[in-house]
């Protein structure tokens, strides 16, 4: 078990340009999840897979955001157009099976940063 | 929709005292709650989970909880803080079609020597 790995751990970009996340699961896990995490505040959920396919993509922030995990591995998340409310801490988490009771594994995170 | 609140936004112990962390919820079905920590700059850890098989869940690090239905409460406690202790902890429920977690808004734990 290697764990749930994010890269960059952090990015710092000008308002306006586009970033891409990467996130690598625990490699057994089928779900996938992303979250995103402002100062002293919990983690929101934004969207997340089962196996390749995006099951629920509405609480995405906005259709600048997007999210694709093309083969059931790992999976990116895009903003495009950043905005200064965009800076947080995006969090991707995975886990194993169905259940409501199965655990999220977190990764460290990348923070983003906007100038 | 199943929420948490987490009571206190800071908790200051002495190092040695009883840890008390604060969480009840909202929901209209058993709840699946779980209590994460966060350290800076880091992602979460779980630190334990209710499953419905026993009110009293034990976790890491010396950690557990108490699932109270009467109360809608799932605090969390440990008997004696340790200076590594000091780190923000969340109360989550999953939810959903997606099990998404909904988090409380934290407690940041304070150990003082």
């Known amino acids: 078990d290697t764990g749930v790995s994010q890269n960059p751990r952090h990015k710092i970009t000008k308002r306006g340009q586009n970033v891409t996340f990467r996130c690598d699961p625990i490699?057994?896990?089928?779900?996938l999840y992303w979250y995103r995490q402002t100062l002293g505040q919990g983690p929101e959920f934004l969207t997340y897979?089962?196996?390749?396919?995006?099951?629920?993509k509405s609480r995405l922030l906005s259709d600048r955001f997007s999210a694709e995990r093309p083969k059931g591995s790992f999976s990116t998340l895009e903003i495009q157009r950043t905005e200064q409310g965009d800076s947080a801490m995006y969090l991707c988490a995975s886990s194993l099976g169905d259940g409501f009771n199965q655990p999220q594994h977190f990764g460290d995170g990348t923070r983003l940063s906007i100038l | 929709a199943q929420s948490v609140t987490q009571l206190g936004s800071h908790v200051s112990v002495s190092e040695g005292a009883l840890v008390l962390l604060r969480c009840n919820y909202s929901s209209s079905v058993p709840p699946y709650l779980f209590w994460y920590v966060q350290y800076p700059n880091q992602g979460l850890q779980l630190l334990l989970k209710?499953?419905?098989?026993?009110?009293l869940v034990k976790g890491i690090n010396g950690f557990e909880a108490e699932f109270k239905k009467s109360e809608t409460s799932f605090h969390l406690t440990k008997p004696s803080a340790h200076m590594s202790d000091a780190a923000e902890y969340f109360c989550?429920?999953?939810?959903?079609?997606?099990?998404?977690?909904?988090f409380g808004s934290g407690t940041q734990l304070t150990v003082l020597p």
């Open positions: 989550a429920v999953a939810s959903g079609s997606a099990r998404q977690l909904t």
């Open positions: 897979f089962q196996n390749e396919a995006q099951l629920e």
């Open positions: 490699s057994e896990h089928n779900r």
């Open positions: 209710y499953t419905s098989a026993a009110t």
